[in-house]
């Protein structure tokens, strides 16, 4: 099975470009293993529909973006699969959640979608120009990244951790230069 880690959001937007920090955060840190699987890291940024030909190519997703919930406060963290997402989401966090929304109904159209999780988060900054995220989101991503290894786990992969790069960390450098 070729499985998708696939990271949403605008890196230069604060909490909004916590799904492409985090997948980026777990390829540095983790080395994953299967006999039988492939897993591979995609900055998905905010190209929605301009993703439908890469995921296309995946048997399974997991999708990590900001979410908005009518319950929910900043940092709650919520996994789900795109088949049944709680009727407490409401996708209004950003324009590209609603993108994405609308690439994976378009996929479902066509029947090109494969199963899809997603680990989302409320962000609390979506609107400042920033690389800095906020606390919140910050822990909040600690939960979600537990939550990718724990059901990669479940997948069939094994897992260990080669390096201890923080995601605030890794969010000062997307916008660097790397020679």
């Not at 997991?62 to 709680?86: R, S, T």
């Not at 997603?118 to 979506?126: D, K, T, Y």
């Not at 537990?146 to 094994?158: D, P």
Request: proline share 3%.
């Amino acid at each position: 099975m070729k499985v998708l880690c696939l990271g949403i959001g605008n890196v230069v937007c604060a909490d909004e470009g916590v799904g492409v920090h985090l997948c980026r955060t777990i390829e540095k840190n983790y080395k994953f293993t299967s006999d039988e699987h492939t897993l591979d890291f995609v900055d998905g940024g905010t190209l929605a529909q301009r993703l439908i030909p890469i995921i296309a190519e995946y048997d399974y997703v997991i999708m990590l973006d900001c979410v908005d919930a009518n319950d929910g406060k900043i940092g709650d963290v919520y996994f789900f699969d795109f088949e049944d997402v709680p009727d407490s989401i409401s996708w209004q966090g950003s324009a590209h959640e609603v993108e994405m929304l609308q690439t994976l109904v378009m996929m479902d159209m066509v029947g090109d979608r494969p199963p899809t999780k997603i680990i989302g988060i409320i962000p609390e900054v979506i609107s400042d120009t920033t690389l800095q995220m906020s606390k919140p989101v910050i822990e909040g991503s600690k939960l979600m990244e537990r939550i990718f290894l724990k059901h990669i786990k479940e997948l069939g992969f094994n897992y260990e951790k080669i390096a201890d790069h923080g995601i605030q960390e890794v969010a000062m450098s997307a916008c660097s230069v790397e020679h």
